[in-house]
T-cell receptor, first 116, second 110 residues
């Protein structure tokens, strides 16, 4: 099966600029996640969608981060304005919602963001 | 308080050695547990799920101790290709998100 697609692969911006990341999950995966992974740390959930509804966005810094999944398929994550501490890899993942395969996360290659 | 804790390492071991990682979790309601592997500059990939009865996949053995709230991963006969970061993951109730530990870095030396 085709994997999770993410773009861009790398992005370099200056602080206070805005940036957007795009993710296309594996076909049929109703659940989509955005994770932030700072160097040397494990991935931290930013937001979880099921279809086009938000399941968990408790750790999303809503004053500057936003995400949407309007048609329940692909998703965009935006940062506006960016801060230096936003430098990280942004990972999109998807999974089946039910059944024996629901426990497996499939990750995209990630977007490495550098904020200067 | 961190929800999932791991010894960050690095663990430097010679080829052929046996190495064990432990992980503790704070959410007593956690239902599912996993080990993911992450190579340098790559995305995490599922290594194995962890079942209450313990499970084995080739050289890898995972165990869960619910009473003490810890998970372990044992790697026997280490290979150079096992060098990676191993992430401990727990999931609460059905449909909740996956919570990752900080990872333990393993370097297998020739």
């Amino acid at each position: 099966e085709a994997g999770v697609a993410q773009s861009p692969r790398y992005k370099i911006i200056e602080k206070r600029q805005s940036v957007a990341f795009w993710c296309n999950p594996i076909s049929g995966h109703a659940t989509l996640y955005w994770y932030q992974q700072i160097l040397g740390q494990g991935p931290k959930l930013l937001i979880q969608f099921q279809n086009n509804g938000v399941v968990d966005d408790s750790q999303l810094p809503k004053d500057r981060f936003s995400a949407e999944r309007l048609k329940g398929v692909d998703s965009t994550l935006k940062i506006q304005p960016a801060k230096l501490e936003d430098s990280a890899v942004y990972l999109c993942a998807s999974s089946w919602t039910r059944g024996p395969r629901a426990g497996k996360l499939f990750f995209g290659s990630g977007t490495q963001l550098s904020v200067l | 308080r961190k929800e999932v804790e791991q010894d960050p390492g690095p663990f430097n071991v010679p080829e052929g050695a046996t190495v064990a990682f432990n992980c503790t979790y704070s959410n007593s309601a956690s239902q599912s547990f996993f080990w993911y592997r992450q190579d340098c500059r790559k995305e995490p990939k599922l290594l194995m799920s962890v079942y209450s009865s313990g499970n084995e996949d080739g050289r890898f053995t995972a165990q869960l101790n619910r009473a003490s709230q810890y998970i372990s991963l044992l790697i026997r006969d280490s290979k150079l290709s096992d060098s990676a970061t191993y992430l401990c993951v727990e999931r609460g109730n059905y449909g909740q998100n996956f919570v990752f530990g900080p990872g333990t870095r393993l370097s297998v030396l020739p």
